[in-house]
């Protein structure tokens, strides 16, 4: 089945635990993305990576990092979490080098304490 | 500020009660306008793609268009299943990159029977 993982689904943590998040898709897409979701808020771009080894900063990239050594794989890092990274992470891909038609993954719900 | 603006935030239709949710955009330069439909706890699921004023797109009871700062979709006869949060997202144009994705907050619709 043609999908986007994500795992953990849920995670509890305290402030300054590095964690990271994986996203895994089995479509052979190039672009694969991060966006965090919050109430009132929507919507926002972490990281995106238009292919292997290429990555470029969202609008909200501040205590992420993100690395894209294969293909299907597009980690997500939070080295010190903080309070205000508890979210909903969405990650995304999309077959071409743009977000277009993007296939989003169940979500990961955060929570720093 | 934001670069993408959905309205409104909630709508509340009878089944039957044609409408349209409006999304307008500040970016200077646009590669795509997406919209997506997104149901409680799930993430987003793409159903169009606008590249250029004037473009259209249908499926069964939704139609997307585009003006050169505005989007609309478009909503034929609802059904309750047509319930869920509608999302817009704009891709910017920014020099040689490939330029990030904007999210609007999202229009809440309810259809009732």
């Known amino acids: 089945e043609a999908q986007v993982t994500q795992n953990p689904r849920y ?11 994986t996203c895994s898709q089995n479509m052979n897409h190039e672009y694969m993305s991060w966006y965090r979701q919050d109430p009132g808020l929507g919507l926002r771009q972490i990281y995106y990576s238009m292919n292997v080894e290429v990555t470029d900063k969202g609008d909200v990239p501040e205590g992420y990092k993100v690395s894209r050594k294969e293909k299907r794989n597009f980690p997500l890092i939070l080295e010190s979490p903080s309070p205000n990274q508890t979210s909903l992470y969405f990650c995304a891909s999309s077959l071409r080098t743009t977000p277009d038609t993007q ?9 720093v304490l | 500020e934001d670069q993408v603006t959905q309205s409104p935030e909630a709508l509340r239709l009878q089944e039957g009660e044609s409408s349209s949710l409006n999304c307008s955009y500040t970016v200077s330069g646009l590669r795509g306008l997406f919209w997506y439909r997104q149901d409680p706890g799930k ?19 939704l139609k997307a268009t585009l003006t050169k700062k505005e989007s ?22 920014r020099g040689s990159t490939l330029g990030r994705l904007y999210f609007g907050r999202g229009t809440q619709l309810t259809v009732w029977p």
């Open chain 1, 11 to 21: 995670l509890i943590t305290v402030t300054g635990k590095k964690l990271t998040v």
């Open chain 1, 103 to 111: 296939y989003f993954g169940p979500g990961t719900r955060l929570t």
């Open chain 2, 43 to 61: 993430g987003p699921e793409f159903l169009f793609t606008l590249y250029s004023a004037g473009e259209e797109k249908e499926k069964e009871r």
């Open chain 2, 72 to 93: 609309f979709l478009h909503i034929t006869a609802p059904k309750p299943e047509d319930s869920a949060t509608y999302l817009c997202a704009v891709h910017e144009q």
